[in-house]
């Protein structure tokens, strides 16, 4: 989920797969690793034992920077968020390759990961702050469904100037689209079959399929055309007319009638 911004001494060891590089900040160097954590209480003083204790890891590979903030203080979720770690290292240059374009000089390459035991949804980002903000409840309930922090990274690389109620369906149905593209989706999150109660602005998943309908109808590449526009903040929905000969109620009421596509889920 998108959140638009409104402008207006203690060290404990951990392993993680990171090798040390000085300074506090470590960077990946195959599967094998190690780090640092500084360790907070709730009003950031450096003790420990207390019941908020929060952890601040900084990790850097080949020009991207990771800044992970666990206000959880929970031991147990720390193998899920190691997998976190990884997914965006191994993930995120694809996907800010993919949909931020060739302008480098916009690539948001150092993003912070707040784990928050007071947030009560999944996930949400702001992406002017650089910022994925991720419930604590839910990683420690749903510890194999990391691919929401893809949905989220595109949401960083997507870096749309306008979410409102004209573009939000689209912009969290094409952050859909690139958790099916980019995975990893395991086994239960999947795309939603097709049902007469369906919109095409439900957005998320169901907007998802529909936006990869049609790229196997005849438009590879819309969906990219589509981003490109919303990042220039010169999107309307007139655009599926322009983009593909038929308006979006047209291609909605032709995907109704035959709503197969192809699907290879990462």
Request: charge should be negative; glycine fraction near 8%.
């Amino acid at each position: 989920m998108l959140i638009k911004k409104q402008w207006g001494k203690g060290m404990v060891a951990v392993a993680l797969g990171l090798a040390m590089t000085g300074g506090g900040v470590y960077s990946i160097h195959g599967s094998v690793a190690k780090a640092s954590t500084i360790t907070h209480n709730a009003a950031g003083t450096a003790q420990g034992g207390s019941d908020h204790r929060q952890t601040v890891h900084v990790y850097k590979h080949h020009g991207f920077q990771l800044t992970v903030q666990d206000k959880s203080g929970d031991p147990k979720l720390r193998p899920t968020i190691n997998q976190l770690v990884k997914l965006y290292f191994h993930k995120y240059p694809d996907i800010l390759s993919y949909w931020a374009g060739d302008n480098d000089d916009t690539h948001i390459k150092n993003v912070k990961l707040i784990i928050d035991a007071d947030y009560d949804g999944v996930a949400y980002t702001v992406w002017q702050d650089k910022e994925v903000t991720v419930g604590a409840d839910y990683i420690a309930s749903h510890p194999d469904d990391i691919a929401f922090l893809t949905h989220e990274l595109t949401h960083m690389a997507q870096a749309y100037p306008t979410y409102d109620n004209n573009t939000v369906w689209l912009t969290e149905g094409i952050a859909d689209y690139s958790r099916y593209l980019f995975g990893p989706n395991g086994t239960e999150w999947r795309l939603p079959e097709f049902s007469e109660d369906q919109h095409y602005y439900d957005s998320y998943r169901v907007t998802a399929r529909f936006l990869l309908w049609i790229e196997q109808h005849g438009h590879e590449g819309f969906v990219k055309e589509l981003n490109n526009r919303l990042q220039e903040n010169t999107y309307t929905i007139q655009d599926f007319e322009t983009l593909t000969g038929q308006t979006v109620e047209e291609l909605w009421a032709e995907y109704a009638q035959n709503p197969e596509v192809e699907t290879h889920y990462n």
